[in-house]
């Protein structure tokens, strides 16, 4: 008898520890996959009691009074549900394709997205690196402002993505990074916030078991994103907001199979990797590098671009056309086109600054547009804020005359000289650029007449000054137990 209520004891403290962890578990995967991770949960409480009931099986009763303690203290972790405001207002769809160059966005995808919306050819980024232009989006504000400086750092900003969840949209973010991982504070808002796939790319039937234990590789293929994403899309009732990031083009540029370089390019690349003599001196490395290196990597990098485009389709071909849609990239790429300069994050150079930006948006913006003003990532927020009706404050499309830009000097690539990273602030109007590093000396660059940087041009005035300012008082990071400490005194 005492067994029978201690079993049927133990069979409910697993039934509740299931229901909690449904509604409890981190918002790592998507409605199919949670019931899965939800049953690890009861799993373990009736390994627990099975333990307990063998030790106590003289006096099976005992076990009673511990699976009441196990269902008490899961029931302390109950919630109850939010309900959402009824908001009707379109679906919006935020798609970032990492470290796409402007110059290389013309593929057959996002040439035929541009001809339904409007295309925004000066536009630029905030900072050269994946996490602080991201923040930029979302807050609508420049690095130095939302305080996501580095990768790594954490955000210190209201993100739009609260703002359209208090509405009423359901939100989703589906990235293909750890750079964008979950403790950068970028997750505010969001029902569901992607981040954790196993080590071959997918999302996994346990993804919470998978963040437990800190597994998964550094990047997943975008693919598998765009799959996930497109099964959140259908299960889910509007008002929806559904941010999907591709990392695909990102170094190392390693192309899926079928999408490569075709055999001729491949065979150069190979050969020119075996004939490259090694570098005599770290000098000679760097001053060869950009004939040497930039052919093979731009081949390769090509190949990726045609892989994301490729996954842009897929995803456009799941959303329905009164769907409103960004396509953006958090910043470029270099090709060695200022000496050492490959990949991106040490310096504010065009190739890395300047990105592409589309923006469909039927009924509001026109089909086949182009628009020649000076516009930043930050108006990512602005549309989203002006198109799914919520108030925001932050800069839209083209409504800023300078866009400040920052970076500490992090990067993947070292410096081929091995110089120290330097932090780079840089304030750009519409036709020209002024770059200043902790020295305190300007430089500014015509790109109307110098489009590639290479003459310095003097520079005086409120933006030296303003530039210079920043760097005597330089963004601080915050860790993130201050930043949570802020939150809960109601900072941000
Ligand atoms: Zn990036």
């Known amino acids: 008898m005492g067994l029978l209520v201690a079993a049927l004891a133990w069979l409910g403290a697993a039934a509740l520890a299931f229901v ?42 005992r076990g009673i009074p511990m ?54 050819s000066n536009a630029v980024t905030t900072a050269p690196l ?81 963040a437990l234990l800190g597994a998964g590789g550094g990047e997943r293929r975008g693919d598998h994103t765009v799959e996930q994403a497109l099964a959140w899309w259908a299960a889910t009732e509007g008002p929806r907001f559904a941010w999907v990031h591709l990392y695909d083009v990102h170094a190392p540029y390693a192309p899926p199979e079928g999408w490569g370089p075709d055999e001729e390019t491949r065979q150069r690349v190979k050969d020119e990797a075996r004939s490259t003599p090694a570098p005599a001196s770290g000098r000679e490395w760097m001053e060869t590098l950009p004939t040497r290196h930039a052919a093979s990597q731009k081949a390769l990098y090509a190949s990726e671009m045609a892989w994301t485009d490729h996954l842009v389709g897929r995803l456009m071909d799941g959303i329905e056309p009164e769907t409103v849609v960004i396509v953006v990239a958090d910043h470029g790429e270099g090709f060695g086109e200022h ?94 650029k002024i770059v200043m590093g902790v020295d305190g000396e300007a430089q500014r660059y015509d790109l109307m007449t110098d489009p590639d940087e290479e003459t310095v041009i003097e520079a005086r005035g409120a933006d030296v000054e303003r530039l210079r300012a920043l760097h005597a008082d330089p963004p601080e990071p915050l860790d993130e137990r201050a930043a949570k400490r802020l939150e809960a005194l109601g900072y941000f």
């Open 20 to 61: 909690i962890a449904l509604t409890r578990l981190p918002a790592t995967s998507g409605p199919d996959t949670l019931v899965w991770d939800a049953l690890v949960w009861p799993a373990l409480v009736l390994v627990l009691g099975a333990v307990v009931q063998v030790i106590s099986r003289r006096r099976p009763a």
């Open 67 to 120: 699976a009441a303690a196990v269902a008490i203290g899961w029931a302390t972790l109950y919630q109850p549900a939010e309900a959402r405001p009824d908001h009707a207002a379109p679906d919006l769809m935020l798609v970032t394709l990492d470290t796409v160059r402007a110059d290389q966005a013309g593929t057959p995808e996002l040439l035929e997205l541009a001809a339904t919306g409007t295309t925004y």
């Open 130 to 210: 994946t996490a602080p232009a991201h923040a930029s989006m979302l807050t609508g504000l420049a690095p130095p402002e939302h305080g996501l400086t580095a990768n790594g750092d954490v955000v210190a900003a209201t993100s739009i993505v609260e703002v359209l969840s208090d509405a009423g949209y359901r939100t989703a973010a589906f990235l293909s990074s750890k750079v964008l991982e979950r403790h950068t504070g970028l997750d505010a808002g969001f029902d569901l916030y992607a981040d954790v796939w196993t080590r071959r790319g997918r999302q996994g039937v346990f993804p919470g078991v998978h």
């Open 339 to 432: 000496d050492d300069a490959f990949e991106h994050g040490r310096n504010l150079f065009e190739p890395v600054m300047h990105v592409p930006l589309i923006v469909r948006w039927p009924g509001k913006l026109p089909r086949g547009g182009e628009d020649e003003r000076l516009t930043s990532v930050q108006a990512v927020a602005g549309v989203l804020a002006e198109a799914g009706d919520v108030a925001w404050t932050g800069p839209g499309l083209a409504t800023s005359d300078t866009v400040l830009a920052y970076t500490p000097g992090q990067s993947s690539r070292p410096a081929m000289d091995g110089a120290e990273p330097e932090p780079l602030a840089s304030i750009r109007h519409a036709t020209s």
